[in-house]
């Protein structure tokens, strides 16, 4: 590989360059490499990257082998510390990495500062979480005999994450896996390097300070970023030295990599497509609707993998709600992130453009009233994609509504009752998020049950997207079965022995059974 020439400089390139020496990245990490390093908001190139080869790459697994062969034998709240302070780094880079993930991702100032803020909350949880990973007694059924459960450390988790949460779900994943004793190695989306860089920087100010703090190195290669395309994804999923690989992106992608990991037995966490919905009721309190579903569907410019992407909405509401919506898509501030007032940022890329666009016609020929949803020119950038949200009204649920565009489309049905509209919301392949809009407590519970939606999140009266970190989220059916962030998700980066200790002078076997020699 030949380095190329550094990039041309920019009032955004030099500003990034500023913010990534802020948050204590080394210009060298950026300046030569083949990896084109760019912002959505103009379509520049920022930077550019090595990418790692295979053979580093299998070496830097190596290393993260040994280094959770030693971590775990740190007591987990010590673990624990790691991550408080991480959380401190995190606290204080908070303004530079937000407005960094804002000039990488095209997402809003204020949703770039929130995804700092994700992994600031994160850490708060897994610090406390590292006191309490906690396995059940349980009770024998032979005298003297106890049973109970131990959790231990797995090895190293392979983190894949994509561009839309470029270093949130890193945390979301790193923090959890580190205070239960695996070391962490990450293959951030090809689309957001210089984030991950940044990250990298203050993981490795944190685990300084922690060493200064308790006296305790941290083992080489407990945290480590691998800048790199496929190629290095496919080796981590393929390495016999990972035991789970917790992956975030599309169906597709976790097709390839579902059945290799299950084909080795490994463990797998995987974060896919989302076709999330959201019903209407009645009784709905639409002016609450109105933010709720205008946020869940047009922010981060319908790139979140809980966006909302199908309304299913009672007659006797539609016309109301409706023309309110059309108001609201057709006046939204589309532009530049950065910008106050702006709503609604870039695409990713050009490649999201067209998925939009053919999507969009697809949606035409299904007989579909479409508004919006055409490219807004606002920089005079031909590399920047800027779109209007798209409202699709639309008499059935169509393949083409089955499938997840990852892009601002929200796709508009009419339902007559409720169980109509779960079947509605169900009858897609994915089975992320949902929400139901009511003050009926009767619908709202009924939403919630077992016949109610069949996602990994079921929300009432506000929208799919923008979940807190203390739940667990994930998704069911195409969406892959994963669970990240709060509540027991850290059980999935553990391993469960079952241990059954006999304190007593006798052997009595379970199930009665007798063996006397
Ligand atoms: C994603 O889009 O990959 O619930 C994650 C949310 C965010 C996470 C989204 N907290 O919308």
New binding site residues.
């Given amino acids: 590989e030949t380095p190329q020439a550094a990039t041309e400089s920019t009032p955004l390139s030099s500003e990034v360059h500023a913010l990534l020496s802020e948050l204590g990245v080394p210009a060298s990490a950026y300046t030569h490499g083949d990896l084109l390093a760019r912002s959505p908001i103009t379509g520049e190139t920022l930077a550019h990257l090595p990418q790692i080869s295979s053979v580093e790459a299998t070496v830097a697994i190596g290393l993260a082998h040994a280094a959770a062969k030693e971590w775990r034998n740190v007591p987990a709240p010590r673990r624990g510390e790691l991550i408080r302070i991480l959380g401190e780094e995190l606290r204080f880079a908070l303004p530079a990495l937000g407005r960094l993930v804002t000039i990488e991702s095209g997402k809003l100032l204020s949703e770039g500062f929130?995804?700092v803020q994700?992994m600031v909350d994160i850490c708060t949880f897994a610090a406390g979480l590292s006191r309490q990973l906690a396995g059940l007694t349980l009770p024998s059924e032979r005298a003297n005999h106890r049973m109970m459960e131990t959790w231990h450390p797995l090895g190293v988790v392979g983190i894949i994450?994509?561009f839309?949460?470029p270093v949130?779900?890193w945390s979301w994943n790193a923090a959890l896996a580190l205070v239960c004793g695996n070391s962490v190695v990450w293959k951030p989306s090809e689309k957001t390097p210089l984030t991950a860089l940044a990250t990298q920087a203050i993981f490795e100010r944190a685990a300084a300070k922690f060493t200064v703090a308790t006296g305790h190195t941290i083992p080489e290669g407990l945290s480590t970023l691998l800048i790199g395309g496929a190629p290095i994804g496919e080796l981590l999923v393929d390495s016999p030295l990972i035991p789970l690989i917790s992956a975030?992106g599309s169906t597709r992608m976790g097709r390839a990599v579902g059945p290799k990991l299950a084909a080795r037995f490994a463990k797998s966490i995987l974060?896919l497509g989302?076709n999330n919905a959201a019903i209407v009721a009645p009784s709905a309190d639409l002016d609450l609707t109105l933010r709720a579903v205008a946020f869940?569907a047009m922010g981060?410019a319908g790139?979140?993998?809980?966006?909302l992407r199908r309304l299913i909405v009672h007659e006797s509401v539609y016309d109301t709600l409706i023309p309110q919506l059309k108001r609201v898509y057709s006046s939204v501030v589309i532009g530049d992130p950065r910008t106050p007032g702006t709503l609604v940022g870039p695409l990713i890329d050009e490649a999201a453009f067209t998925a939009m666009q053919q999507a969009l016609v697809a949606a035409k020929e299904d007989g579909a009233i479409i508004t919006g949803g055409e490219r807004v020119e606002i920089t005079n950038q031909p590399e920047a994609f800027y779109v209007r949200p798209a409202l699709v009204e639309i008499a059935t649920q169509t393949n083409t509504v089955k499938h997840e565009t990852f892009a601002p489309i929200l796709y508009v049905l009419k339902y007559r009752d409720l169980d109509e509209a779960i079947a509605l919301q169900n009858d897609v392949p994915q089975g992320l998020?949902s929400s139901i809009f009511t003050l009926n407590v009767r619908e709202a519970e009924l939403f919630l049950s077992a016949r109610g939606s069949d996602c990994g999140?079921a929300n009432v009266n506000i929208g799919?997207?923008?979940?807190?970190?203390g739940g667990a989220?994930g998704g069911e059916k195409e969406t892959g079965g994963g669970r990240e962030?709060g509540s027991d998700a850290w059980k999935q980066y553990m391993r469960r022995a079952t241990n059954t200790i006999n304190f007593g002078t006798d052997l009595p076997l379970a199930q009665g059974v007798s063996f006397y020699i």
Avoid: D, K, L, M
């Fill in positions: 929130g995804e994700e994450s994509a839309n949460f949130a779900v975030t974060e989302g869940s981060t790139q979140r993998c809980t966006t998020s999140i799919t997207s923008g979940a807190e970190i989220f962030s």
